[in-house]
């Protein structure tokens, strides 16, 4: 029998499943860390992860493995240039966790635009007295204009649920999205910076990269309307928190939802002291349905990929399909 690592804690039954095909290794406890990863992924042929760092010394550590499956559409745990110099095959979870993000993105941009966290926090503290005019006042959704920085597959289902809202659509991607799609969503194509200046709600949802590290930073945020909010279900990374706290903090944009940080689980600690921010620990995807089918589609590829079960040899979420029957380096 094969041998895996299941690198972080998953749904036993899903467990369960892997036991079917493989010997597993299990970690249910602590994210292990970066040796003891090594060390037992030494003996192993695949491994499921979810965000643990993957590059050239860990598969140099590891020189039977042949399969990483994150269970996560996002990948940038995996150095895929390492993976490719080393031909191992790295797979993720797209599509699955489309709606329920979609849905999650809309629920902190809609805290942050009409204030719940910071009026929830007021009200559990007690200092409720009385009904008034201008307590909490907010901005409004239904008509005003949504930006959206990303427009792949969650971009889009996020956009989607703007007619609803009877909102215009602006958005900015790497590229256009076709003619039909553009269309379905009536969204507008423009540069970052015009949608930056134009739109009322500011979400984010590009892939992380060197490219993307930073796409919104001082500059950009100064580019916003007084009265806008700045969503990021994306990456910690996408957005330069420090920067982001100190135009919360001086009003510069009316608040933010963040689900994701640079450096999480440890947060910029004036995060935490600024009101005007909602605050989740990456939980976009987590909806009972939707985290069961991402751990299931985690190990869909990782069984499939290492020659088991019914669709041996046809992993449905490749990243880097050129490498599948090319040995091992
Ligand atoms: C979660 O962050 C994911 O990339 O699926």
């Known amino acids: 029998m094969q041998k895996i690592l299941v ?29 003891e990863l090594k060390r037992r992924l030494a003996d192993k042929d695949g491994a499921l992860t979810a965000g643990e760092p993957i590059d050239a010394s860990v598969l140099a550590a590891a020189p039977r493995l042949r399969v990483v499956s994150n269970m996560a559409v996002g990948y940038n745990n995996f150095d895929m240039a390492a993976f490719n110099a080393a031909n191992v095959l790295g797979t ?6 489309n709606e329920s993000t979609a849905d ?15 009026s929830e926090h007021w009200l559990r503290a007690g200092k409720w007295q009385k009904w008034s005019y201008d307590g909490f006042l907010g901005n409004d959704l239904y008509g005003s204009t949504l930006g959206v920085i990303g427009m792949g597959r969650i971009g889009q289902a996020l956009a989607r649920r703007a007619k609803g809202f009877n909102m215009q659509v602006l958005y900015h ?6 003619p039909e799609i553009e269309a379905e969503l009536n969204a507008e194509y423009v540069s970052k910076q015009d949608l930056l200046r134009r739109a009322d709600h500011v979400v984010l949802v590009v892939p992380y990269s060197k490219e993307s ?18 969503t990021n279900i994306a990456r910690g ?11 919360l903090r001086s009003k510069q944009i009316a608040a933010a939802g963040l689900d994701v940080y640079e450096g999480e689980p440890h947060l910029n600690p004036g995060l935490l002291s600024v009101p005007n921010v909602v605050l989740t620990p990456h939980i976009a995807s987590a909806t009972e349905a ?19 079960g019914p669709r041996a040899g046809q992993a449905p979420n490749p990243i880097n399909p050129d490498v599948i029957g090319k040995a091992r380096s």
């Open 7 to 35: 690198a972080r804690s998953i749904f036993p039954d899903v467990i369960e499943r892997l036991k079917q095909y493989f010997d597993v290794d299990s970690n249910q406890g602590d994210v292990l860390a970066a040796d």
């Open 92 to 97: 993720n979870t797209p599509d699955v966790l």
């Open 104 to 118: 999650f993105g809309w629920a902190l941009m809609m805290a942050a635009a009409r204030r719940i966290a910071e």
């Open 173 to 178: 991607n790497r590229s256009r999205v076709a």
């Open 213 to 230: 590290h930073h796409t919104i930073g001082a500059a950009e945020l100064a580019l916003m309307k007084p009265t806008a909010t700045l």
């Open 237 to 247: 990374g996408i957005v330069d928190d420090a920067a982001l706290v100190e135009a």
């Open 290 to 308: 939707t985290r069961r089918a991402m751990a299931n589609l985690a190990a869909d590829n990782l069984i499939a990929a290492l020659g088991e």
